[in-house]
């Protein structure tokens, strides 16, 4: 267990510690900057100060849910499709909640995903994964800003801050590091935030 202070601190110097790498195994962070298409990983605080996360190992089959895009959905049925589920779950970020997200208010406010990282244009669906054998950093959303523009110095200015204080776990290493977790993604159950 550590300190939401500690590991924020930590995370803002150090990226997102997790090890990204392709379907064979090879190191390469290149799928994180094309999953998200941006050039620079944010480095904001994921945990909400003066709470403790905890790191754990999953070890018996857990329900979480994920919010992805329409591309990502559409990457994970052809891949599950073709019998290839080590290519669907490499599509899947780095983070998931027990919270039953029904809104893009609910994963706005109470997951604080900045509309830059999941923009409501690409469509946003919730999905449900089976997580067992798999090691999580797990704890409590912390507040987000989101950033309008930047002043003449390339500093952020602020418009509004995402309040957070769901639930989330974070892998520690990406889903596609270690073909020893045991992922399921359950479709049966999609759900459009949108509607």
Do not use: C
């Not at 379907?23 to 290149?30: A, L, R, V």
């Not at 983070?95 to 809104?103: G, S």
């Not at 919730?126 to 950033?147: C, S």
């Amino acid at each position: 267990m550590v300190s939401a202070e500690q590991l924020n601190a930590f995370q803002a110097m150090e990226g997102d510690m997790l090890v990204y790498t392709n379907k064979y195994g090879d190191p390469d962070k290149t799928i994180l900057d094309e999953s998200v298409q941006r050039k620079v990983w944010p480095t904001a605080p994921a945990w909400k100060e003066g709470t403790e996360v905890v790191y754990r190992r999953i070890s018996e089959p857990e329900e979480f849910y994920m919010v992805i895009d329409d591309r990502q959905l559409r990457q994970i049925r052809t891949a599950l499709k073709n019998g290839d589920s080590a290519d669907a779950i490499s599509v899947l970020g780095a983070f998931a909640t027990k919270n039953k997200v029904e809104t893009e208010s609910d994963l706005r406010d109470l997951l604080a995903v900045r509309p830059d990282w999941k923009a409501s244009s690409n469509g946003l669906k919730r999905i449900k994964i089976v997580l067992n054998n798999v090691e999580v950093r797990e704890g409590t959303v912390g507040k987000m800003a989101v950033p309008i523009d930047t002043d003449k110095d390339g500093v952020p200015t602020v418009d509004t801050v995402l309040a957070g204080g769901g639930h989330q776990i974070q892998f520690v290493n990406s889903p596609r590091a270690n073909q020893e977790q045991d992922i399921k993604i359950d479709l049966s159950d999609v759900k459009d935030l949108l509607q």
